[in-house]
Every structure is written in structure tokens, then in C-alpha cells.
């Protein structure tokens, strides 16, 4: 919950506004801001003060402890302009939410934490848990000097701009090791532990057993993601309490999908009493992986716990973002995001120039040029599958006439993908024409580089006949001239010469041109391929330079049948 607290009029009125927007994210504290703020200190996780810096500050410093529980405090001034993350940039969220409150009420964001001054993540933000020198090692990328990954196993991390070596290192492992006077451990959570119990099993001879394994094999627990069980199992409170002592989940899978999961060590016992040869070992193998430590047993007389160790290997991310029209304004933050949050770029070089000012130190760009489409999307998939985070960009949306299809095609079931959607071209135009996607519309390419005329023909003919509104897309280049006219006839079969036709040029770039005619009056030599032709249905008007075409408009147009 983020508290809000203001002393002033205006202050109230800015509050207010982001009250609004935020209905079951915030609460409004009144009354005297010295109370308001102990409040809201006591009870939030957040804090976002209308008042002068100073006045927080005063208001604050009895309060505060310890950075990594006190919530994180911005600041907001009486005039809107700023929003100053105050204490618990990192920790606390402040600085994620004086972005965030600076987007809402169009005031700039106040970010002093070093680490994001230069655009770079903290090390203690990098989404694993961090130990050992965090501060002293941050602060030398921050300084320029050099610091070495060593990742000892494939992560999906964030960019850093490491050094291929360096007196500081920043190391990438699950092993039970201690950090070096200049080094960052970063913990993945790459172990799953398979347990196996009898009923009754005792927590503490559970959570022994686990540690004592994970010590014999060198391994970290704080790399356990979670723990594995076979369904039967799903209730043993040894178990679950040591899951829970641990922080992890336990998950658990039905007995016959165990049963036909290959094991070292299957045995009788747990066939007999709950149907699988083996709990521990096949729990812990059934979403992959490596198997690290094979089945042991508590050495409590009698045994009643097992357990094995498996290194399940990195799912690479993969963000197929969409980088709208071109106007910066149109990228989405949450396009933004993914951007920052990718360690390889992939896409068209021209794409790249576009965001390449929001691209982190340390990103690494593949960009190539037009035409290796396929070639685009078998690097992003083949990166992503060696553990990447991978960012995919496309303009519009990256699913429209993009590189989503082609990558997707291409990707298995062994990487997470993410799709941002972006305002695509045929929205864009709209926007500058009027409304002319009121009602029903479709796209239709006219590239016929990858399929054939015929059947790009018959789809226009199909929109023709149901009076469907129509965008096309890839309209004409110097080697493909004749298709636009050839289209625009078969609409023509169909619709009055007089139905008006967008066409629109580089929309929301700079050089941005728009032109409402008629489907009698366009001459299609105008059109090129950094345009988009929107052909209007029989109900479509201009009206007043607009062009539109009516929701309702059964009322308006009935098609013949229904006459
Ligand atoms: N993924 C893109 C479309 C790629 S196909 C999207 O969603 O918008 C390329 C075609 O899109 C171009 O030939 C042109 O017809 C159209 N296009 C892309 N951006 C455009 C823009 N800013 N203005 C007008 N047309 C555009």
C-alpha cells in the first residue's frame, strides 16, 4: 500500500489526482502531516509526500531504521514538477515509484541512488539475491573500473557492462563458496530438491537431511528454488514445514508421471506404498536438469526422509517488443522496460537507431539489415536458449506482419516468452485520419514476396464483398507497382468511387504526411512503402476533413439482403 500525505491545497489537489489513478494501490492520510507521515510509515510500504524535502526529511529521520525494511519515501513539491525519491531508492522502491508517480502527474523524476544516475541496475537489483561486497563493487562500475563476470551457470540476467576481467568480480553461482573481499556472489535459484518421506516424518530429520546434502555436495541453499514431492506427499507436514523454513514452494506431481521418469536408483519401498519407483530422485528430474546428488537417506534409525539434488538448467527470456509508429511517445513503458531489462538486442538496424538511447551499458546489439528476417529470429530464439534475456524488437507491434511469428515458430517450450504489445501502423493512421476503424476492418499486405497473389487477391475480394474496412499494409515499392491498383479495383466493385481513402506517410515520425481522398481519387504513385492505405466502407465519411466510419451503423446502412 503506498500512503499519501499533504499539507497544502495543492499538495491535496496532486494527491488527489494520483488517488484517482491508483484507487486500490493507495490511502490517503489526513490531518497533521507529523502524524500522517508516523501513520504511513508505521502502516505502508511506500510513502509519497506532498511536502517540501526539508519537511520530510525532519519528519522522517526519528523514524527511520533499517533500509531494508523502512519503506521507501518520495517526494513530491507544491508545484508538481518533481518527484524525489528520498530514502529507500533501491530497497524500499522509491526510486521505481517516483518514476512512476513523475509519469502520472508529468513531473520529473528525482533519482540520486548512484547506480541509476548512469542508467545502470544496482547489483542488489539484478532479481537474485546478492552477497558480499555489493556497495564497494557497484560503486566500481559506476566508476568505470573493470568488473569481471564469472557465471558458472547460464541466467536470464539484466545487462551490466562487465569487463571480460578485473580486480572486482561479480560471481554467478549456486555453490556453497564465500565471496572474496572484492567479489558479489549471485545466488540463481537453480536447485530443486526432491524429498521423499515416510508418514510422520520428522521436520527437523527433513530439513537436516536437506542441509546436510546440500553441504556434502557444495551447494548453496539459498540457490533452492523449491522443493518436489509426489502428490501423496503434498500434506506431510515435515515436508511442508521444511519447505517453509527453507521460503521455497513444494511442489508435487501425480505418482504414474514419477513412475515414468528415468532414475538411478528406483526401489520397492516407494513403489508399494505410494506407486513410483522413485519420489526424491524423479521429483526432482521431472522438469529436467542435471542430476547433482542422487538419493540419500536421513541417517535417523530408521530413515525416514530422502532426498536428491537437481541443477535445472536456465530458462532464457525472450521479449518480442513492439516499438510503435515511431514516435517516442508511442513506445510503451512497459516496451521501455523490457528494453532496459534485455542483455542482447536483436533487430533490424534501423529499429536499433530508433531506441538506441534507451539501450543499457552492457546490452549487447545484434542488428542486422532488411531482408534477414528469418535469420533475426533464429539468433533471438538460439540466445534466449543459451540462458539470455533477450529483447526482439519490431516498429508497430511486433506480432503484425513481424518477427513475433517467425521467432515463435522457431521457439520450444524451454524458454519463457514475453509479448509487449505496440501501437501498430494501421492504429496509428487512424488516429491521424479520424475514425475510420469504428467498425468492423481488417489488414492485408500486399507484399506478395511470401504469398501468392491469388490468395491476397480472393482476401481482398472477401473484405470487398462482407464491406469490411480495409488497411493495407506494405501498399507499393519501385518493384511492386501494379498490386495497389489492382486491389483497390476489386474494392472498387464494391464501393462508390466517391468512399474515402486515408492514406498516411510515416506516421508519427517527423516527416509524418496525411492525406484524405477518395478510392476515384488516389493516385497511387503517392503511396510508397513507409505508408499505410485505409479504403473506407460504403458508411464511411468525411466529415469535416475526418474521416469516419459510424459504430452503429445498421441503422445508417443496411447491406442489400437485409433491406
Ligand atoms: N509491425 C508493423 C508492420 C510492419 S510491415 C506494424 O505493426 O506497424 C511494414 C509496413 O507497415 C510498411 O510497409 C507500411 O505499410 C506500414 N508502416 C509501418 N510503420 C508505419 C508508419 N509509421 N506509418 C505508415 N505506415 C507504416
Redesign the pocket.
Known amino acids: 500500500m503506498i500512503g499519501l500525505i499533504s499539507a497544502t491545497a495543492a499538495g491535496a489537489a496532486a494527491r488527489d489526482r494520483l488517488a484517482a489513478a491508483w484507487p486500490d494501490r493507495t490511502r490517503v492520510y489526513e490531518g497533521p502531516a507529523g502524524e500522517a507521515v508516523r501513520a504511513a510509515f508505521a502502516e505502508c510500504d511506500r510513502l509519497v509526500c506532498f511536502l517540501a524535502t526539508g519537511a520530510t526529511v525532519r519528519l522522517l529521520a526519528p523514524l527511520l531504521g533499517d533500509k531494508a525494511a523502512d519503506p521507501g519515501v518520495v517526494c513530491v513539491d507544491e508545484g508538481g514538477r518533481f518527484a524525489v525519491s528520498l530514502v529507500g531508492g533501491h530497497g524500499g522502491g522509491a526510486n521505481e515509484l517516483a518514476y512512476e508517480v513523475a509519469e502520472l502527474l508529468g513531473a520529473e523524476p528525482v533519482v540520486t541512488t548512484a547506480t541509476d544516475a548512469v542508467g545502470l541496475a544496482g547489483l542488489d537489483t539484478l532479481g537474485l539475491p546478492a552477497e558480499g561486497a555489493v556497495a564497494a563493487v557497484s560503486r566500481a562500475l559506476l566508476d568505470g573500473e573493470p568488473v569481471a563476470l564469472e557465471a558458472e551457470l547460464a541466467w536470464p540476467l539484466p545487462p551490466v557492462p562487465f569487463a571480460e576481467e578485473g580486480a572486482y568480480t561479480v560471481r554467478l553461482t549456486d555453490r556453497d563458496v564465500q565471496p572474496g573481499p572484492q567479489e558479489v556472489l549471485l545466488r540463481p535459484p537453480s536447485l530443486v530438491v526432491g524429498v521423499g518421506a515416510s508418514k510422520g516424518a520428522p521436520a527437523d530429520e527433513v530439513l537436516g537431511l536437506i542441509e546436510e546434502a546440500l553441504r556434502e555436495a557444495g551447494l548453496s541453499v539459498r540457490s533452492v528454488a523449491e522443493l518436489a514431492t509426489v502428490d501423496a506427499k503434498s500434506e506431510e507436514p515435515g515436508i511442508l514445514a521444511a519447505a517453509k523454513r527453507l521460503g521455497v514452494p513444494l511442489v508435487t506431481y501425480p505418482a504414474d508421471e514419477l513412475a515414468a521418469v528415468s532414475v538411478p536408483n528406483p526401489s520397492d519401498a516407494p513403489l508399494a506404498a505410494v506407486g513410483t519407483p522413485s519420489v526424491a530422485e524423479a521429483a526432482a528430474l521431472r522438469e529436467g536438469g542435471e542430476l547433482l546428488l542422487p538419493k540419500r537417506k536421513s541417517t535417523a534409525k530408521p530413515a525416514m526422509a530422502t532426498c536428491a539434488v537437481v541443477r535445472r538448467p536456465a530458462r532464457g527470456r525472450l521479449a518480442v517488443v513492439?516499438l510503435g509508429?515511431?514516435a517516442r511517445d508511442l513506445l510503451t513503458p512497459r516496451a521501455a522496460a523490457e528494453l532496459r531489462r534485455a542483455s542482447v538486442l536483436v533487430g533490424l538496424d534501423q529499429y536499433v537507431d530508433q531506441i538506441r538511447d534507451l539501450i543499457r551499458p552492457g546490452t549487447r546489439v545484434l542488428e542486422s539489415g532488411l531482408g534477414a528476417e528469418e535469420e533475426r529470429a533464429r539468433t533471438a530464439v538460439a540466445e534466449a536458449r543459451e540462458g539470455h534475456a533477450v529483447a526482439l524488437i519490431?516498429?508497430?507491434?511486433?506480432g503484425?506482419?513481424?518477427m513475433a511469428s517467425p521467432a515463435l515458430a522457431e521457439a520450444s517450450d524451454d524458454i519463457d516468452v514475453v509479448g509487449v504489445p505496440?501501437v501498430?501502423?494501421?492504429l496509428?493512421?487512424g488516429a491521424i485520419l479520424g475514425a475510420p476503424l469504428g467498425h468492423d476492418h481488417v489488414s492485408i499486405?500486399l507484399s506478395d514476396l511470401h504469398t501468392p497473389w491469388e490468395v491476397i487477391e480472393r482476401r481482398v475480394r472477401a473484405a470487398a464483398e462482407a464491406d469490411i474496412v480495409v488497411t493495407?499494409?506494405?501498399?507499393r515499392s519501385r518493384g511492386r507497382d501494379w498490386q495497389l491498383p489492382k486491389a483497390l479495383a476489386v474494392l472498387a466493385e464494391h464501393r462508390e468511387p466517391g468512399t474515402p481513402v486515408g492514406v498516411?506517410?510515416?506516421?508519427?515520425?517527423p516527416d509524418e504526411s496525411a492525406r484524405l481522398t477518395t478510392l476515384a481519387g488516389l493516385d497511387p504513385a503517392t503511396v510508397d512503402?513507409?505508408?499505410?492505405v485505409t479504403v473506407g466502407n460504403t458508411a464511411t465519411r468525411n466529415i469535416a476533413g475526418r474521416m469516419v466510419t459510424p459504430r452503429g451503423y445498421r441503422w445508417q446502412h443496411a447491406p442489400e439482403g437485409a433491406r
Open positions: 513492439g509508429p515511431g519490431g516498429s508497430g507491434d511486433a503484425v506482419y513481424a505496440g501498430t501502423a494501421a496509428a493512421a499486405s493495407f499494409y506494405n501498399p498516411v506517410r510515416n506516421a508519427s515520425r512503402m513507409m505508408t499505410v
